[in-house]
């Protein structure tokens, strides 16, 4: 190992990880657009009773769950605590799977209002919303990879640091 | 490192009033200066002209040469370390300590070199991941000056910095402050109105009273031979005696004594036969088993030192005076201790010059 790459382990014995805090924010950040996003589309009940089932009420403790989980694994992450990598690659996994509830079921979903037929969802604002969550999953992931490389680095190098001193 | 002149530096505030008159200083490199004087004397006040804090309003300021007396403070390369610390308490001591350079966009990796480098210097390695509130305040102080040492400045100045400090971990800082320009070799302008850090730190002492520079020097040079009255009385303590008395025939006749002149003394003051000047002798300058009479009032044993506080005069009638006697004294208020002055200092009446 040379010296610039040693110095650069060593910095991360002082320094936060703020990569990967900065990158699970950023995912919750692309969440809370996603959420606003799906709900001001019943402005004026334009869409009908879709959303008002009990799935409109998952979405939302989903959304505030997402959000603390998140939030608390950013600050986790900050001080490279591996545990909230892995909490971290957890949400962006579920990111992924929420295209497949409540977008993909609006997108597939017709609905009549004053005789007119039309999509719950449009094309337009499905890929929108896809584009919000796909975008939140990926922050997710790359803060677990940023996360938890630099945990093990740290790790490492606070092992060799013990090694060399004893 | 950096070679400073202050040449016939004024501050006049915008309200008229001169907070320095004709400052003239110059500060060789390596050297450990300290301003001393009472408050409102104008040493912070120069210190912070010297910083760039504070508009020059008359003369020159040269670093190595370089006139910069209008340079903005970012542009001197000097580091200031404050009373009050200037901490971040939201960052950790590494990144306190890493700020400045952080700003300069410095390398992420020479900045860690910097700072542990500096840290080690100063003891604070195990402290770095800790925030500022979690430090005593002598640690603090060591941070500030951290802050500074990694920017490698040309000058460092410290205004008052061990002012918040308790007695004992002055005294623990002000030895680290010691050695820390010992080992950095580097050069220091440091305001105090503690004449104890005046004269254990400096290598050159500049002591002011009301915005005027009363002498330059060394600490035994303002010690031993003050260039004035003031000087004689603010270094030192408990400070100097000060008597007035007239020169006779080979005396010196005060109130209620008369003291026999040495042949030293008696050519020193040849110009001031039958003239009225201020005697000065310092407490430690006074030992017991001469023919001065002294009514004791107070006796303060302090272990090594007694201080005895009297009146000259077997009826107390003369002027106040205190000794500084080697070893354990037990005067009682009303005694009469007899004492003897083994070195006086001259100061003119009019001028107020030592003679």
Same mark, same amino acid.
């Given at each position: 190992?040379?010296?610039?790459e ?16 900065t990158?699970?924010? =950023?995912?919750?950040v ?9 709900y ?11 959303y ?10 989903l959304?505030?769950l997402?959000?603390?989980a %998140? ?17 971290? %690659? ?6 992924? =799977?929420?295209?497949f ?5 609006a ?10 037929t ?7 604002q ?14 997710c992931? %790359?803060?677990a ?8 680095e740290?790790?490492a ?10 | 490192?950096?070679?400073? $002149? ?29 301003l ?33 007396t209008?340079?903005p ?11 009050n ?24 990796n ?13 003891? #604070? ?19 500030? !000056?951290?802050?500074s ?6 000058l460092?100045?410290?205004?008052e910095? #061990? $002012?918040?400090? &308790?007695?004992? #971990? ?7 402050i010691?050695?820390?320009?010992k080992? #950095? ?19 050159r ?34 400070? !100097?005696?000060?008597f &007035? ?5 080979g ?11 040495? &042949?030293?003394e008696?050519e020193k ?11 000065g002798?310092?407490?430690e ?31 107390? &009638?003369? $002027? ?18 007899s ?12 001028t107020?010059?030592?003679i």
């Open positions: 190992m040379n010296e610039d040693y110095i650069r382990k060593d910095r991360l014995r002082f320094t936060k990880n703020s990569l990967a805090s990158l699970a924010i =950023v995912a919750i692309f969440d809370v657009l996603y959420f606003l996003n799906i001001k589309s019943d402005v004026n009940r334009s869409v009908g009773d879709f008002y089932q009990i799935r409109i009420g998952g979405s939302i403790i959304n505030l997402f959000m603390l %998140a939030f608390l694994s950013s600050e986790g992450i900050k001080n490279y605590k591996k545990s909230y990598g892995y909490v971290l %690659a957890v949400l962006g996994i579920i990111q992924i =799977v929420r295209i509830i409540l977008p993909m079921q997108h597939a979903t017709d609905i009549t209002v004053g005789g007119v039309s999509k719950v969802m449009e094309n337009g499905f890929i929108t919303v896809i584009i919000y969550l796909i975008l939140s999953a990926a922050a992931f %790359a803060a990879y940023v996360g938890i490389k630099k945990s093990n740290l790790e190098h606070m092992a060799s640091l013990k090694k060399a001193a004893a | 490192m950096a070679n400073l $002149s202050l040449q016939h530096i004024d501050k006049i505030y915008d309200n008229n009033v001169q907070a320095v008159f004709d400052f003239n200083l110059d500060v060789k490199d390596g050297e450990f200066i300290v001393v004087g009472p408050s409102g004397c104008g040493k912070s006040t120069t210190l912070r002209m010297v910083a760039g804090l504070e508009d020059i309003s008359k003369g020159k300021l040269l670093l190595d040469g370089k006139d910069i209008n340079a403070a970012k542009d001197r390369d000097m580091a200031m370390v404050f009373q610390y200037a901490l971040y308490g939201h960052m950790t001591i590494y990144e306190n300590m890493a700020f400045s350079l952080t700003l300069r966009n410095e390398n992420p020479v900045i860690h070199k910097k700072v542990l480098a500096a840290a080690e210097i100063l003891g #604070l390695t195990e402290q770095l991941n800790k925030k500022p509130n979690q430090l005593s305040g002598g640690q603090r102080q060591r941070v500030a !000056m951290g802050r040492i990694v920017r490698n400045p040309k460092f100045l410290f205004d910095p #061990l $002012s918040n400090l &308790d007695a004992k #971990l002055r005294g623990a800082t002000r030895r680290e010691m050695l820390l320009h080992r #950095l070799g580097a050069t220091m302008m440091y305001v105090t109105h503690d004449q104890t850090e005046a004269l254990t730190l400096a290598d002492i500049v002591c002011m009273s009301m915005g005027h520079v009363q002498q330059i020097g060394t600490p035994i040079e303002l010690y031993d031979h003050p260039a004035n009255l003031f000087v004689a009385t603010f270094i030192g303590l408990p400070p !100097m005696n000060i &007035d008395v007239k020169v006779e025939q005396y010196l006749i005060g109130k209620t004594a008369q003291i026999k002149m040495t &042949d030293e008696k003051l040849a110009d001031y036969e039958g003239k009225k000047i201020v005697m002798v310092r407490p300058n006074i030992v017991e088993g001469g023919d001065i009479k002294v009514k004791v009032f107070d006796n303060e044993n302090l272990g090594m030192n007694t201080l005895v506080h009297g009146y000259i005069g077997e009826h107390g &009638d003369g $002027s106040k005076i205190v000794a500084k006697l080697r070893g354990w004294c037990n005067y009682k208020a009303g005694d009469i201790a004492l003897e002055f083994t070195y006086k200092h001259f100061f003119d009446v009019d107020q010059n030592a």
